[in-house]
């Protein structure tokens, strides 16, 4: 039976490393309660993966977790740290019960955090994660494995060359990275060894940074959240274009020839546009979120697609596209889901696909990256206190008042934060004086019927 969300958040557990929920308690009454829930459910040998990031607190997570989930009766195989999308691939191939990846993305070293995923390589439901919360704040001294079952702990040699092989092959049959000088930036992260390694068995030549973890670098400086460092390095090599992943590799930025940022609203409008022209997107409709560009809109309209948006999290955007069958999704942050590869969002293999094109058509980055010329927009923040002041009927009627300016030109996007307490206020517009405008006086408004901390 389902019960309160106590642990779980909108992307597993995370936190500060040794602070609750982040604990070597929690992990392992987590282990513990996961290897319950799954071992009761059919009398197979159940078999756990097990990956992380390269932060320094995964090894204590680790241990943790695969203590619990040895004590429930499940055997583990350790892959150590490997993409998330690697950990939901090898869970779906090795035809695991269930598969977790410890990262806290593109978080500072001192968070980390436990996602979970089923045996069809999704990540759990908000209704299985409640069943596995509820296990958890139990006793479970008398669910646990007899001695004679309780389970063994094994190492995956050659799991980052299954991954990396897995990635090629989503890679045109004939095609080749030969002659492209790219910068990859793997954030210090979980992808410092696959995913040079796959962009140089294509051919490419690869100029490698954040690529030396030592357990405290990880997004430091460096990858999606900080991608300077990134477009920096392309213009001082003088190379095609530059790559930058998260933490875990779940994300992924670009830069043209010139260095200028690429963000993912422009990857996802062209990979679009590309899998279309190839007979090859599902049901002519692109998944997105709220906050993705207005401009993405108009543009895949220019092509008879539709764009459907859903809330911030590429949790969100994953439900939707299996709700009306697209084969692609992705938020302006990074996250880009590719169904006919992968069941998480994958930043190595988005970035394929944007080689690909390149290769393709004999075309630059700069090229083929900016194919919609993007709505002005402004993102603010407003600090509450007390509870969630979106629900209130002043803040209701700003929101209509916001939309009789905008019209059909812009739209406002209101919404609290997840781990914060912050009201975000997102206008776009095809003005950009109607953008700062709008923002301003709806900050007032906002901050006239709220109690501001």
């Known amino acids: 039976m389902a019960g309160k969300r ?10 500060q490393a040794n602070t609750s929920p ?11 309660a996961a290897g319950i829930q799954f071992t009761t459910q059919s009398n197979h040998r159940h078999t756990v993966i097990v990956g992380k990031d390269t932060r320094l607190s995964g090894y204590m997570i680790e241990c943790a977790l695969v203590s619990g989930f040895l004590a429930a009766g499940m055997d583990v195989i350790l892959v150590g740290p490997l993409p998330t999308p690697a950990v939901a691939f090898l869970t779906r191939s090795l035809r695991a019960d269930l598969g977790v990846m410890i990262s806290a993305s593109h978080n500072p070293f001192t968070d980390n955090g436990i996602k979970l995923f089923g045996p069809d390589g999704f990540k759990l439901s908000d209704a299985m994660e409640a069943d596995i919360e509820g296990l958890m704040q139990q006793d479970l001294s008398g669910k646990l494995a007899t001695p004679e079952h309780i389970g063994k702990a094994s190492r995956l040699t050659d799991a980052a060359g299954r991954y990396v092989e897995n990635v090629k092959f989503s890679f045109p049959r004939g095609l080749r990275l030969d002659g492209l000088k790219i910068v990859l930036d793997c954030a210090n992260g979980s992808a410092y060894r696959v995913a040079p390694a796959a962009l140089w068995e294509l051919g490419a030549e690869v100029i490698s940074i954040g690529c030396h973890p030592d357990g405290v670098n990880i997004n430091d400086g460096v990858g999606s959240t900080h991608p300077q460092r990134m477009c920096a390095a392309v213009k001082e090599h003088g190379a095609h274009c530059g790559i930058a992943l998260d933490g875990d590799a779940d994300r992924v930025l670009f830069a043209d020839e010139e260095g200028h940022l690429v963000d993912g609203d422009q990857i996802l409008g062209l990979i679009a546009a590309s899998w279309h022209e190839q007979g090859r997107l599902r049901g002519q409709e692109v998944v997105a979120t709220v906050m993705s560009n207005m401009g993405l809109e108009k543009y895949l309209q220019t092509m008879g697609l539709a764009l459907h948006r859903t809330a911030v999290g590429d949790r969100y955007v994953v439900e939707r596209m299996r709700q009306v069958e697209a084969n692609l999704g992705g938020e302006q942050s990074g996250h880009m889901v590719l169904s ?15 080689l690909a094109v390149m290769v393709a ?6 090229q083929v990256c900016r194919i919609f010329k993007p709505y002005p927009q402004l993102l603010e923040n407003v600090r509450y206190t007390g509870e969630n002041p979106l629900r209130s009927s002043e803040v209701a009627e700003i929101s209509q008042w916001a939309a009789s300016i905008l019209g059909d030109q812009g739209r406002l996007v209101l919404r609290a934060s997840g ?28 901050c006239r019927v709220i109690s501001v901390a």
């Open 6 to 15: 106590v642990f779980f958040g909108t992307d597993g557990i995370r936190g």
């Open 419 to 446: 781990t914060e307490p912050l009201i975000r206020i997102m206008v776009e517009a095809q003005n950009e004086e109607t953008v700062r405008e709008v923002v301003q006086q709806v900050r007032e408004k906002i």
């Open 340 to 354: 006919d590869y992968g069941t998480t969002g994958d930043g190595l293999l988005a970035a394929l696909q944007v």
């Open 22 to 32: 982040m604990t070597v308690e929690v992990a392992q009454k987590l282990g513990q």
């Open 361 to 366: 058509k004999d075309q630059t980055a700069s």
